[in-house]
């Protein structure tokens, strides 16, 4: 069992930075995919960001080269580095961790068996 919280969401303006943070619990952090998904109101779920022990990552191309994604293992947290920030960007983000394997394409969240509750984070224009 794995259980996952997250934080650093908050109010930003357009064009700025935040970072999130998503802190494991259990012995096993190191073997499972951790990911990153955002849901907007009335918006289905959708896949940001991806990354593997081995340091592999995977991103949407709406994110690709303005978020970053970046593990810990050691503390057992995985972090998203947003930069530019558009007002798209506002949703809850959430955390998730899966025995997703690194030749598998990890956009859909049925490959992930653990969830966080969730952070907010909202783009002023």
């Known amino acids: 069992q794995v259980q996952l919280v997250e934080s650093g969401g908050g109010l930003v303006q357009a064009g700025g930075s935040l970072r999130l943070s998503c802190e494991a619990s259990?012995?096993?952090?190191?073997?499972?995919?951790m990911g990153w998904f955002r849901q907007a109101p009335g918006k289905e779920r959708e896949f940001v960001a991806a990354?593997?022990?081995?340091?592999?990552?995977y991103y949407a191309d709406s994110v690709k080269g303005r978020f970053t994604i970046s593990r810990d293992n050691a503390k057992n947290t995985v972090y998203l580095q947003m930069n530019s920030l558009k007002p798209e960007d506002t949703a809850v983000y959430y955390c998730a961790a899966g025995s997703v394997p690194a030749i598998v394409i990890p956009t859909p969240a049925g490959l992930y068996q653990y969830w966080g509750q969730g952070t907010q984070v909202t783009v002023s224009s």
């Open positions: 990354t593997w022990s081995g340091g592999l990552t």
């Open positions: 259990g012995r096993t952090f190191s073997s499972y995919a």
